[in-house]
């Protein structure tokens, strides 16, 4: 089973240096890039990780 990581950054550079840092650690990383905050929300919320959160932080205000 991979982790999936979400990197924003809109540095080319920086990206490919992530992507060859992950690649040679071996980890079962899946890198998801976004080059900026709209794009990595949006990848978020199609992964369903934004809907998830936003559900269990309106839960904690109710008190439940």
Known sequence: ???E???IDDGEGDVRLTRETLRESKLAINLN???DGVEG???LRR???HAQRQ???NQQNRGS
């Open 1 to 3: 089973m991979s982790t």
């Open 5 to 7: 990581v979400l990197l």
């Open 33 to 35: 890039v976004a080059t």
């Open 41 to 43: 929300l949006a990848n």
């Open 47 to 49: 992964a369903g990780v």
């Open 55 to 57: 559900h269990c932080s």
